[in-house]
């Protein structure tokens, strides 16, 4: 187990990705391939290695994923576009300055007619709506430029009905508190300048009570660790400036704990394999924390910060100082 963070290995890790197009794996997470390639392209960032990925050949990847009945982006080339994969594309174009590579237009009114009446999002044209969904909806227009065609009442009016009597939020109106949800909520709501739905105080307790005595966050009571919940708890607490509520110390040796020491990578916890999702929220949550020789993370956007300030859409958040 290292005390420190293995940049080399990991951006090694995430550049052996997807390169054996042999293995099983390769083929069964083709439903998450464009999310990946947004997780390893941001963890990279916050690493400082942006460039240890081919940027055309990314740019070329996204745009092969284009389903042009839709207008919208699919998974993998060939899916059907679905609002979860079409955020990730627009953010790793916007990561790589090639949002004029796509027809804005087109994309816009894709996101647009997935809104439903009581102002949730479906994700595709099937139907299956949750507030992840929402804050997709929400997030895309915004690096569009197009956040002012969303019906920003009836979209708040939704996010507070799902609101829940801990402070917390959930998939949708009257499901359980969830630390990942509460996160698609609080972000979505500062995209918005909305934070005033939100009981402060009594989410910023609820979020503090995620971390257990290993110093690990949960999702919600009574559940194990997860270093994941190191962005999604984190990235809350940020928005809400309530970061010093965490024992930062604890959870970033907990972060290090689950790092693979020989091939690079974070797990969810110690001694699990590892993936590049857990990879980015794990060196996200560091980047929050602090952490010595990342680069500052937005926790609205979870991109670049200095990207978002660049495109003029920084709000107000608060990350631990950086360590020298």
Not at 214 to 241: F, H, Q, T
Request: charged fraction near 20%; include cysteine.
């Amino acid at each position: 187990m290292s005390d420190t963070l293995l940049t080399d290995l990991h951006v090694k890790y995430i550049q052996n990705l997807g390169k054996n197009k042999d293995d099983l794996t390769y083929h069964m997470t083709a439903h998450l391939r464009m999310n990946a390639v947004y997780w390893g392209l941001t963890a990279l960032c916050v690493m400082k290695h942006k460039d240890a990925l081919d940027a055309e050949e990314t740019i070329e990847y996204v745009m092969s994923c284009w389903d042009d009945e839709a207008g919208g982006f699919g998974a993998h080339p060939g899916h059907d576009a679905h609002i979860l994969s079409t955020l990730s594309a627009v953010q790793v174009l916007a990561i790589h300055e090639a949002l004029a590579r796509i027809d804005v237009t087109r994309v816009v009114n894709f996101i647009l007619g997935l809104q439903h009446p009581s102002g949730v999002f479906a994700g595709d044209q099937f139907g299956e709506t949750d507030t992840r969904f929402l804050y997709c909806a929400v997030s895309a227009l915004s690096l569009l430029g197009a956040i002012d065609r969303l019906d920003r009442e009836r979209t708040v009016t939704y996010l507070a009905s799902c609101r829940n009597f801990d402070g917390g939020f959930g998939r949708v109106a009257g499901a359980e508190s969830h630390a990942a949800q509460v996160w698609v909520c609080t972000a979505a709501l500062a995209i918005l300048d909305r934070l005033d739905v939100i009981d402060v105080p009594t989410l910023g307790w609820w979020l503090a009570e995620r971390q257990l005595p290993n110093g690990g966050l949960n999702g919600r009571p009574e559940k194990l660790e997860d270093v994941c919940y190191s962005y999604w708890v984190l990235s809350s607490m940020a928005i809400l400036n309530k970061l010093t509520w965490i024992d930062s110390a604890a959870l970033t040796r907990f972060i290090l704990s689950a790092q693979d020491s020989e091939d690079g990578g974070i797990s969810d916890r110690p001694g699990d394999m590892v993936d590049v999702f857990h990879t980015l929220f794990g060196v996200a949550g560091l980047s929050l924390l602090g952490y010595p020789g990342l680069d500052d993370l937005d926790p609205v956007y979870c991109m670049p910060a200095s990207l978002i300030e660049r495109m003029g859409l920084k709000k107000g958040w608060k990350a631990l100082p950086r360590r020298l």
